[in-house]
Nanobody, 114 residues
Framework: QVQLVESGGGLVQAGGSLRLSCAAS????????MGWYRQAPGKQRELVAF???????NYVDFVKGRFTISRDNANNTVYLQMNSLKPEDTAVYFC????????WGQGTQVTVSS
């Protein structure tokens, strides 16, 4: 079992920045990759970025150049640095860990005002 706890969401003005954190605990050794998804009201959950155990980061097009995913292996934590935020980035952001099965965090709200 893997437990994921997100933090760092909040309210920010357009153009601002936020950093999300996702702390993993439990069967850490079973995790192959970690990443972030988001779900806006009335929309499906969508992938934002993920990072492999080897540190290779991947991003969807709509966040390239604005968001950066990183990981601190010593503290079993993954971060999502979000810069140049737009109102359309408003969503609940979920952390995900890929192991034998997928694990999800509880989500953290990000609201970007115009």
């Amino acid at each position: 079992q893997v437990q994921l706890v997100e933090s760092g969401g909040g309210l920010v003005q357009a153009g601002g920045s936020l950093r999300l954190s996702c702390a993993a605990s439990g069967s850490i050794g079973s995790i192959n990759a970690m990443g972030w998804y988001r779900q806006a009201p009335g929309k499906q959950r969508e992938l934002v970025a993920f990072i492999t155990n080897g540190g290779i980061a991947n991003y969807v097009d709509f966040v390239k150049g604005r968001f950066t995913i990183s990981r601190d292996n010593a503290n079993n934590t993954v971060y999502l640095q979000m810069n140049s935020l737009k109102p359309e980035d408003t969503a609940v952001y979920f952390c995900k860990a890929w192991a034998r099965t997928a694990y999800w965090g509880q989500g953290t709200q990000v609201t970007v005002s115009s």
